[in-house]
């Protein structure tokens, strides 16, 4: 079967996914690159010449390295707080069906297939009609933990589809009450899917742009101010602390991975190749 | 206890009540002494609730207990989410009573949806047009790599799905900025197309525009196309790992040659894939404005860049909300209607 034109099909389509590789790290190539340049005037757009004072100095831009504290807080609260909220729709849904999880399936895919441009819009015109609170940092939370609940809540429901539900059964016919067979038995089980939960939703709050622009007021977070700054200047730090955050989630998802595969082994190793079910 | 037998029925009315109390008072549906008299109503409501769940027996809770997991979450999501988009269609209803005012009545205004179509229907087109044609080329380009890496990957499968994501760890704004760069007149490609004396051919498929690449609404295009691409490829990457290679042996035990063997078993198989990555591509990138913003000219605004300058810059929040209704209702429409066509049972 293996004939020459067969193969030259089967390696042109090779070639093919690698050059889409390299197009998918074109951008991320000239990110890095630039974050070593000495630019002439206030756009680090042209190549002058190689240096590594902003290396040295990746802070010294003191608007963009507190905007990417407030993005921090902001991310760190919103997510807290949407992945108990959302780990627990997920938690409900997946337990058995019951009366009106249908439509609750659809309010939770709703915000999805809603642009960002209508969500960010539509809470800004809530808050324009109230007096309460003021546009900015909670109202970024607020607006954070409106679309990460969905995120979480599918997330997490998705990684929990196949949990044995009779082992908590299991742990109530021995006794244990239920605190302490969510405690012991439930939490644990449901962690790896919540944990990822949370860092996808984290990673999303991070980088929210839309949204947070229509609800931010005045408070700054890293990609707005990115954005303001864009109009007048674009600093070599930008692309420092664009290239670092690149290295961090890097080495975060080659622990993970490495960890993953450790622990799957692990288990290989201990449990019995038997499928009982799938 | 019937009271306990129903509390699942009770539950669900609890939550969609409360739900629908908190709507109420978020779109400002009452005005002054009524929304007291809601407000009281949701405390009721969820302290019956409480009060069954307590005294109403481990049945009661049983059947309680999803609709109190889901409460807070769901309530949320209410008050932040559908209120608003009452109050976005309310407001695109409105009229200001000055240009520099800030007070709105609603007065059944259809005129903003009128001016919203008449003032920005190329906008509306365009919005359309660019994330078509983005989303074919995601396919186009995402397809190859999620066969490549699903059914060649080996070993090495874990590793270049993490060399795909890679790249998006970046930030959204960073890499669309990277992208205007590596675009400009002074840039790479252009100079490497004008020394190869592709810059004619390029003019003539209408990608560049004057010698420009950057600037053209084949930059914008290229700019949703790049930033949307992992939501196309990474959902036709799950459905084409899921196929069972035995399918594929099979076809090929029975003389399918390769192209029949991909069109009629593996194509059909990875097309719940495609549906997804197709609304996660699509639906994002009608909305965007910030790829036209960075890649693009004046003629090539999206409208998303309309609702953002009338709502932030002109301060014009009836017709920029009234452009938001009509995206809104418009996507939702496309969605309906591209599920009853090609619709998968599953939609996440």
Redo the contacts between chains.
């Keep these: 079967?293996n004939t020459l034109r067969?193969r030259i099909?089967r390696m042109s389509?090779?070639v093919?996914?690698g050059l889409?590789?390299i197009?998918?790290?074109?951008?991320?190539f000239?990110?890095v690159l630039?974050s070593f340049n000495k630019p002439k005037g206030k756009y680090n757009?042209?190549w002058q010449e190689f240096t590594f004072d902003n290396w040295l100095d990746p802070f010294s831009q003191k608007s963009l390295t507190a905007a990417l504290w407030v993005s921090l807080r902001i991310g760190a609260l919103a997510t807290v707080i949407s992945t108990?909220?959302?780990s627990?729709?997920a938690?409900?849904?997946s337990?058995?069906t019951?009366?009106?999880?249908s439509a609750?399936n659809l309010?939770?895919?709703?915000?999805?297939?809603?642009?960002?441009?209508?969500?960010g819009?539509?809470?800004?015109?809530?808050f324009?009609?109230?007096t309460y609170i003021n546009f900015g940092f909670v109202t970024v939370v607020?607006?954070h933990?409106?679309f990460q609940?969905?995120f979480v809540?599918?997330t997490v429901r998705?990684r929990i589809r196949g949990f044995d539900w009779t082992l908590e059964q299991a742990a109530a016919d021995l006794g244990s009450t239920p605190q302490r067979t969510f405690r012991l038995v439930t939490f644990p089980l449901i962690l790896p899917g919540v944990l990822a939960a949370a860092l996808l939703a984290f990673?999303l709050s991070?980088?929210d742009?839309?949204i947070t622009?229509?609800n931010a007021g005045s408070t700054a977070t890293?990609?707005l101010q990115?954005?303001g700054a864009?109009r007048v200047q674009?600093p070599p730090q930008?692309?420092v602390l664009?290239s670092m955050?690149?290295l961090f989630?890097?080495a975060l998802?080659v622990v993970g991975?490495t960890r993953g595969q450790r622990s799957e082994a692990a288990k290989a190793m201990k449990r019995p190749k038997i499928k009982i079910r799938k | 206890m019937t009271l306990a037998r129903r509390a699942?029925?009770l539950g669900?009315g609890a939550?969609?009540v409360s739900a629908l109390c908190l709507v109420a008072l978020?779109?400002?549906w009452f005005s002054g002494p009524l929304n007291a008299v809601v407000l009281l109503v949701l405390v009721c409501v969820l302290a019956g609730v409480v009060v069954l769940a307590v005294f109403g027996g481990p049945e009661a809770r049983h059947l309680l207990?999803?609709?109190g997991?889901?409460k807070?979450?769901?309530l949320?999501?209410a008050l932040?989410?559908?209120?608003?988009?009452w109050?976005?269609v309310?407001?695109s209803l409105s009229t200001k009573e000055s240009r520099f005012s800030v007070q709105y009545n609603f007065a059944w205004a259809w005129e903003n949806y009128s001016r919203a179509f008449s003032d920005f229907g190329g906008q509306f087109q365009r919005a359309f047009l660019y994330s078509f044609i983005a989303t074919i080329l995601t396919i186009v380009?995402?397809y190859?790599?999620a066969?490549?890496?699903a059914f060649?990957g080996g070993r090495y499968k874990?590793?270049?799905l993490?060399?795909?994501?890679?790249?998006f760890?970046?930030?959204?704004?960073?890499?669309t900025?990277?992208?205007?760069?590596?675009l400009?007149d002074?840039g790479p490609i252009v100079s490497l197309l004008s020394t190869l004396g592709l810059v004619d051919v390029f003019e003539w498929l209408r990608i560049m525009d004057n010698g420009k690449l950057i600037n053209t609404p084949a930059a914008v295009i290229g700019g949703l196309t790049?930033n949307f691409?992992p939501f196309m490829l990474l959902p036709i990457y799950v459905s084409l790992e899921k196929i069972d290679a035995n399918l594929v042996n099979a076809a090929?035990d029975l003389y399918s040659t390769?192209t029949a063997a991909f069109r009629k078993v593996v194509f059909p198989l990875s097309l719940p894939g495609v549906f997804a990555g197709t609304?996660?591509t699509f639906?994002?990138a009608?909305?965007?404005?910030?790829n036209a913003q960075?890649l693009g000219n004046p003629n090539t605004t999206m409208i998303?860049n309309s609702?953002?300058d009338q709502?932030?810059r002109q301060n014009n929040?009836p017709v920029?909300?009234a452009m938001?209704?009509v995206?809104?209702v418009s996507?939702?429409a496309l969605?309906l209607l591209y599920s009853r066509l090609f619709g998968t049972e599953e939609?996440?």
Aim: without cysteine; proline residues 6%; glycine residues 6%.
């Design positions: 079967m067969s099909a389509l090779n093919f996914a889409g590789l197009y998918l790290f074109l951008p991320i000239f990110i630039f757009i042209v108990v909220l959302g627990m729709i938690l409900a849904l337990r058995r019951f009366k009106g999880s609750i309010l939770l895919v709703l915000p999805l297939t809603t642009p960002e441009i209508v969500l819009s539509s809470l800004a015109t809530l324009l009609n109230q607020i607006a933990v409106m609940v969905s809540a599918l998705a990673a991070i980088d742009f839309i622009f229509f890293f990609p990115i954005y864009a674009i930008i692309n664009a955050v690149l989630s890097v998802l991975a | 699942d029925n669900l939550l969609a978020g779109a400002g207990a999803p609709y997991l889901m807070p979450g769901l949320w999501m932040f989410f559908l209120a608003p988009v109050s976005l309310r407001i380009i995402g190859p790599i066969y490549v890496i060649r874990n590793l270049l993490g060399l795909v994501v890679i790249p760890f970046t930030s959204y704004l960073i890499r900025i990277a992208w205007s760069t590596i400009a002074q790049y691409l090929n390769p609304l996660l639906i994002p009608a909305g965007d404005f910030v960075f998303g609702i953002q709502f932030l929040y920029a909300s938001s209704a995206l809104m996507i939702t969605v939609l996440v």
